[in-house]
């Protein structure tokens, strides 16, 4: 018979429209105002379309969301390294950057001029940046990590779109906290090295 | 988007008292404020995509995200209509002259927001033979937005970053109401190609002869 297709169709989009207003009616004020009913939304059974009030809340991003990598460096607390940087400056991260964004230099001792596994500077281009996370995939000392801030629109490519490395470095609090069971993981991976 | 009690206050001049009894029937605001307000809440894009970055401006544009909370859900197919233009993917030499002819076209105020990494500073493709590294060599762009491509909400804060900038402006000071025309931006001409396919065994020829070249004065030094 012709037209079924259509029909079947029509017939998506209507349950779409009346799931919609049965959760809703299940829910009713508390959807919409409740942490709770903004879990139920953002999990893989909610049912009905919605729309994501993007400024005031937003989807939960999934662990293994990549966005600008930025570089892990212990926190200020930390007993032994007070925020020291993770990076050795040995620039694999470069070498296999497909769009070659990042600028990386070894730093030198003050003193004695030789070279210190510490990146004297440390630039990414973002807006070259195809956030395809093969630095952190390749990084031998899990020191650059891909963000989840996704918030960095601005008005001037140069100065605000050129990252150092003040601006890449995150605390590892922060990447515990963004990706925990990867964290974890690789912590475990460290300890048994 | 809609009207919380902050963005009302935002509207009202804070300098004039207002009695308290009067406050919910009277607003005072300058007309700059009001004039931003209304042209910061009915931005209208142009509806062109140009590769994978459109994907994500058209699931922006639907019902999941909506614009139309921001006043951008008409994405008009006409340059006379709109004010914004979403310049959503990798820029080819070839696609070039029509970009800026559309921005030509538009109407002022007219802003460009730069969507993705091949828009902003060419992405992967950059120092490519056929595609433009930024679109901001040609015409003036507004906003940036990062992302490979950007999600929905990266976008969304992008057009959040131009009402930001819209609402900064000052009817004192535009260009659009200064006197004379504005300039209109030279079409940039398609060149020769870099490589003519033609002439390829002439290129091969040259290209071994510098390779071989520097491999000598290599293996000299």
């Known amino acids: 018979m012709y037209g079924l297709g259509i029909i079947k169709g029509l017939g998506v989009t209507l349950k779409h429209l009346v799931e919609t207003y049965v959760d809703d009616f299940r829910w009713g004020v508390r959807r919409y105002t409740t942490d709770d009913g903004f879990v139920a939304r953002q999990s893989t059974d909610t049912r009905g379309i919605f729309t994501v009030q993007y400024p005031e809340e937003k989807l939960a991003v999934p662990e293994r969301f990549r966005y600008i990598p930025f570089l892990v460096v212990y926190d200020d607390d930390h007993p032994d390294h007070p925020g020291e940087i993770w990076c050795t400056s040995c620039g694999i991260c470069t070498k296999v950057c497909p769009p070659q964004c990042i600028w990386i230099m070894r730093g030198k001792h003050p003193e004695t001029g030789r070279p210190i596994p510490d990146p004297e500077y440390f630039y990414i281009d973002i807006d070259i940046c195809m956030n395809c996370g093969l630095c952190a995939e390749y990084c031998p000392f899990d020191a650059i990590k891909m963000d989840h801030d996704y918030e960095i629109a601005s008005y001037d490519r140069t100065t605000a779109h050129i990252f150092d490395k003040a601006k890449l470095s995150k605390p590892l609090s922060y990447w515990q906290k963004i990706a925990p069971s990867r964290a974890l993981e690789e912590h475990l991976a460290r300890e048994t090295k | ?221």
Not at chain 2, 12 to 29: F, G, M, R, V, Y
Not at chain 2, 36 to 61: D, K, Y
Not at chain 2, 81 to 106: A, E, F, H, W
């Open chain 2, 1 to 221: 988007m809609t009207m919380t009690p902050d963005d009302y206050s935002d509207l009202n001049n804070p300098d004039i008292p207002i009695p308290d009894e009067l406050k919910s029937n009277i607003a005072i605001t300058t007309l700059d404020r009001i004039y931003n307000w209304s042209r910061a809440r009915s931005v209208w894009p142009l509806l062109f995509g140009l590769a994978c970055c459109a994907i994500e401006m058209i699931a922006t544009a639907a019902s999941r995200y909506d614009p139309a909370r921001f006043g951008m859900e008409v994405m008009r197919p006409s340059p006379r209509q709109c004010d914004l233009m979403i310049v959503s993917g990798t820029v080819t030499k070839k696609m070039v002259p029509q970009i800026v002819r559309l921005y030509n076209q538009m109407a002022e105020p007219r802003y460009v927001l730069a969507m993705g990494a091949c828009a902003s500073g060419g992405g992967p493709f950059k120092e490519g033979y056929n595609v433009v590294d930024g679109i901001d060599k040609f015409i003036p762009v507004d906003v940036y937005v990062p992302g490979c491509p950007p999600t929905p909400q990266a976008l969304l804060h992008g057009f959040i970053t131009l009402h930001k900038k819209i609402e900064g402006q000052s009817i004192m000071s535009v260009p659009w109401y200064k006197k004379g025309q504005s300039e209109a931006i030279p079409v940039p001409v398609l060149g020769p190609d870099l490589i003519d396919p033609r002439q390829g065994e002439l290129i091969q020829a040259a290209s071994e002869g510098e390779y071989s070249a520097q491999f000598e004065t290599d293996e000299n030094a």
